[in-house]
């Protein structure tokens, strides 16, 4: 089992910027790979960013790119994400997830955490 807590959530002007982090706890943090995703009011739930266990590999939805920074820390077990440039359409619950392996990350991941609101004002 992944216990997973965000924290960093809250509410900012449209421009600003928050730091989500996300700490685990259970098996072995950095044998999982780590996503961000997060779901809007009547949207579906979208993976924002991920990074590999072995931080190699990165992934970012287009409407993030450039503004969003997803990393992690293995000797603290925690993955943090960076959020830039805020635009109102941000807006959401932000969650974190883990799974060990990437694919299933992507879409299923197993490991949850309970979410952080984030809210940007125009």
């Known amino acids: 089992q992944v216990q997973l807590v965000e924290s960093g959530g809250g509410l900012v002007q449209a421009g600003g910027s928050l730091r989500l982090s996300c700490a685990a706890s259970?098996?072995?943090?950095?044998?999982?790979?780590m996503g961000w995703f997060r779901q809007a009011p009547g949207k579906e739930r979208e993976l924002v960013a991920s990074?590999?266990?072995?931080?190699?590999?990165?992934y970012y939805t287009d409407s993030v790119k450039d503004r969003f920074t997803i990393s992690r820390d293995n000797a603290k077990n925690t993955v943090y994400l960076q959020m830039n440039s805020l635009k109102p359409e941000d807006t959401a619950v932000y969650y974190c997830?883990?799974?060990?392996?990437?694919?299933?990350?992507?879409?299923?991941?197993?490991?949850w955490g309970q979410g952080t609101q984030v809210t940007v004002s125009s």
């Open positions: 259970g098996r072995t943090f950095s044998r999982y790979h």
């Open positions: 990074k590999s266990w072995s931080g190699f590999s990165t």
């Open positions: 997830a883990a799974d060990s392996k990437w694919e299933r990350l992507t879409k299923t991941p197993d490991y």
